[in-house]
């Protein structure tokens, strides 16, 4: 019976030794990539979710407790977008609400290597995450077109835990590393939701 060809890549990596994450060794990183993810807006605002996409920036900074396990913290933004959520409401008034949504937070990550030029990375963060909708209009959508309510909706934002398992996969030539590591972030608090992150990072290591 034939393995496929993940899992016989995944026993290589880890049967092969430690190599970047060298006990006590500096790594400064950063990424960028694309979002997936689930919005949901304020209970005031009917608490609609929508589902789209978001360009992600991410710096992080890691410190290598053992030759396998990795300590770090991250930030990360995401840059303006327009979303429409429907099923949205302001107190007696219904319909598609348009705004401009912006996402940042920090992360406490540990994550565990194995590998030699090719290495594998699982790993767990959590932190927090903030979501700001500004530019908010409702719109009336049950005739024909839709029309705008006129409402003078103030800026608002959202606050949420977050829990973000990732696994990855990266290459490494001395002090530099590129590597692909995709994290399910699940939202937990009034900002509740997911998304799911996919950043290519370049990395650089110093060795104390």
């Known amino acids: 019976m034939r393995f496929p060809l993940f899992i016989v890549v995944a026993a290589l990596l880890f049967i092969g030794g430690a190599a970047n994450a060298d006990r006590g060794a500096l790594t400064a990183e950063a990424s960028a990539g694309i979002a997936i993810e689930s919005v949901r807006l304020p209970t005031s605002l009917g608490s609609a979710a929508q589902v789209g996409t978001s360009v992600s920036v991410n710096l992080a900074g890691w410190y290598a407790l053992t030759d396998s396990v990795e300590l770090g913290v991250r930030t990360f933004w995401e ?50 995450s903030e979501r700001l909708f500004t530019h908010l209009n409702l719109y009336d959508v049950s005739g024909a077109s839709p029309r705008s309510y006129g409402l003078q909706l103030a800026d608002t934002a959202t606050m949420s835990l977050v829990v973000a398992p990732s696994v990855g996969l990266r290459w490494t030539a001395d002090h530099f590393s590129i590597g692909l590591e995709p994290r399910l972030e699940v939202l937990v608090g009034p900002g509740v939701g997911w998304a799911v992150t996919i950043p290519l990072s370049l990395s650089w290591s110093w060795y104390l």
Do not use: M
């Not at 327009?82 to 920090?106: D, I, K, M, P, Y």
């Open 79 to 128: 840059p303006e977008s327009n979303w429409v959520h429907e099923g949205a409401s302001s107190g007696q008034f219904n319909g598609s609400l348009t705004s401009t949504s912006t996402r940042f937070g920090a992360l406490a990550s540990a994550r565990f290597v194995r590998g030699l030029a090719w290495q594998f990375t699982a790993g767990v963060s959590t932190g927090f």
